[in-house]
């Protein structure tokens, strides 16, 4: 049975003449400074001698070696990924709508965003970084503050509110699940800071996602507690108006890296332009520093 070699040597021909010539060259030449034969040539085609079956051997390691070699040089000069985990909340109302900036800023950053309501460990690998609501930075990590949040109430500017007692003649929203480290922001602690005092809040309709309820009071349909910073964009478009000054507590967006990772030059590139991005927006209330 004729080895692989000998089977391609004895393929249909598929380059030019010219370039036949010059592989017939090398081998001769090859042969001359071997003095010996590496190639037969008969009837049933051309065979490679005993010789030529170990240089042919020898052949396919070194240009799998180069190969190897070439892929690996190729993956170093690639910048690697950046994979960041967030809420879905806060990816589709802040990040998502920057995204753009980041990308024309940072075009060599392969960004990569993960979404997830469970908190993720950061020393296992999976991700560089993490976006997280919390109240203090978290032990045994590199955190970073990027902006102390609030809550408002928000409306569409077509109720018209203007007093807390117009609060009695639209429809409550109310956010189930809220994963909020502070003093839950809701109506019934509105009530008890702001009134008024005969709000009935055990009316109104529920939803599981903050989103959603945004949509909601875009519509006109009703009024929501939201946080300040993810209500940002739609209070800009004034698709969305705070009626009122009053504001419940929030807690703090950290950046939260591992202190392996934290001098990254793309992680040093994102925590700069996400301090910019955070404190650019009117009426917010970035960290001081």
């Given at each position: 049975?004729?080895?692989?070699?000998?089977?391609?040597?004895?393929?249909?021909?598929?380059?030019?003449?010219?370039?036949?010539?010059?592989?017939?060259?090398?081998?001769?030449?090859?042969?001359?400074?071997?003095?010996?034969?590496?190639?037969?040539?008969?009837?049933?085609?051309?065979?490679?001698?005993?010789?030529?079956?170990?240089?042919?051997?020898?052949?396919?390691?070194?240009?799998?070696?180069?190969?190897?070699?070439?892929?690996?040089?190729?993956?170093?000069?690639?910048?690697?990924?950046?994979?960041?985990?967030?809420?879905?909340?806060?990816?589709?109302?802040?990040?998502?709508?920057?995204?753009?900036?980041?990308?024309?800023?940072?075009?060599?950053i392969d960004l990569r965003?993960?979404?997830?309501?469970?908190?993720?460990?950061?020393?296992?690998?999976?991700?560089?970084?993490?976006?997280?609501?919390?109240?203090?930075p978290e032990p045994d990590?590199?955190?970073?503050?990027?902006?102390?949040?609030?809550?408002?109430?928000?409306?569409?500017?077509?109720?018209?509110?203007?007093?807390?007692?117009?609060?009695?003649?639209?429809?409550?929203?109310?956010?189930?699940?809220?994963?909020?480290?502070?003093?839950?922001?809701?109506?019934?602690?509105?009530?008890?800071?702001?009134?008024?005092?005969?709000?009935?809040?055990?009316?109104?309709?529920?939803?599981?996602?903050?989103?959603?309820?945004?949509?909601?009071?875009?519509?006109?349909?009703?009024?929501?507690?939201?946080?300040?910073?993810?209500?940002?964009?739609?209070?800009?478009?004034?698709?969305?108006?705070?009626?009122?000054?009053?504001?419940?507590?929030?807690?703090?967006?950290?950046?939260?890296?591992?202190?392996?990772?934290?001098?990254?030059?793309?992680?040093?590139?994102?925590?700069?332009?996400?301090?910019?991005?955070?404190?650019?927006?009117?009426?917010?209330?970035?960290?001081?520093?």
């Amino acid at each position: 049975m004729p080895s692989p070699a000998t089977a391609v040597l004895n393929r249909p021909p598929r380059r030019s003449a010219s370039a036949r010539t010059a592989v017939s060259h090398q081998i001769k030449l090859l042969e001359s400074v071997l003095e010996c034969r590496v190639c037969e040539r008969s009837a049933q085609g051309v065979s490679l001698t005993a010789d030529g079956e170990i240089l042919y051997a020898a052949t396919q390691r070194a240009f799998s070696a180069l190969e190897q070699a070439v892929v690996q040089i190729a993956h170093a000069r690639q910048p690697p990924s950046l994979t960041v985990t967030t809420t879905s909340n806060f990816l589709t109302h802040w990040l998502v709508p920057r995204l753009a900036d980041f990308t024309a800023r940072f075009p060599a950053i392969d960004l990569r965003l993960h979404t997830s309501v469970e908190r993720v460990d950061l020393h296992l690998g999976t991700v560089d970084a993490a976006i997280r609501y919390r109240e203090t930075p978290e032990p045994d990590l590199y955190c970073t503050l990027l902006y102390e949040d609030r809550f408002i109430v928000v409306a569409s500017p077509t109720l018209g509110l203007s007093r807390p007692e117009d609060l009695q003649r639209v429809t409550l929203f109310h956010v189930a699940n809220r994963r909020v480290p502070a003093d839950s922001p809701s109506w019934e602690n509105w009530r008890r800071r702001y009134g008024p005092p005969t709000l009935n809040i055990d009316a109104g309709l529920t939803f599981s996602d903050e989103t959603h309820a945004l949509q909601a009071a875009v519509a006109g349909q009703g009024v929501v507690i939201a946080s300040e910073l993810l209500a940002r964009d739609l209070l800009q478009r004034g698709v969305l108006s705070a009626p009122f000054s009053n504001a419940l507590p929030g807690a703090r967006y950290y950046l939260v890296t591992t202190e392996a990772v934290a001098q990254r030059a793309d992680i040093i590139a994102l925590r700069e332009w996400l301090l910019s991005q955070m404190a650019s927006g009117d009426g917010g209330h970035p960290t001081a520093g």
